[in-house]
């Protein structure tokens, strides 16, 4: 089993930056792939960005070129560091985790950390 534990989140207005951090506890070997979900009201929920074990990355469109997603392997933890934040930003975001090497980890999920984003 592995819990996540999203933080980070808040109320920022456009053009700022924000840094979410997700940490993963519990019982496993390895989490080969951690990554970011968003879900926005009235939206499905869709991927921000992942990072497997080898640092392959995937991300949206929407968020290439303002998002880094990073890791800390010994702790793992799985950053998002949001920057020329826009209000079309704004949604839940949930960490994934998944012990498969994939760029779409679905298998573990935390409960969601709120961004806010003012225009």
């Known amino acids: 089993q592995v819990q996540l534990v999203e933080s980070g989140g808040g109320l920022v207005q456009a053009g700022r930056s924000l840094r979410l951090s997700c940490a993963a506890s519990?019982?496993?070997?390895?989490?080969?792939?951690m990554g970011w979900y968003r879900q926005a009201p009235g939206k499905q929920r869709e991927l921000v960005a992942a990072i497997t074990l080898s640092a392959n990355t995937n991300y949206a469109d929407s968020v290439k070129g303002r998002f880094t997603i990073s890791r800390d392997y010994a702790k793992n933890t799985v950053f998002l560091q949001m920057n020329s934040l826009k209000p079309e930003d704004t949604a839940v975001y949930y960490c994934?985790?998944?012990?498969?090497?994939?760029?779409?980890?679905?298998?573990?999920w935390g409960k969601g950390t709120l961004v806010t984003v003012s225009s």
């Open positions: 994934a985790a998944d012990l498969v090497n994939t760029l779409l980890p679905r298998e573990y």
């Open positions: 519990g019982t496993f070997v390895t989490i080969n792939a």
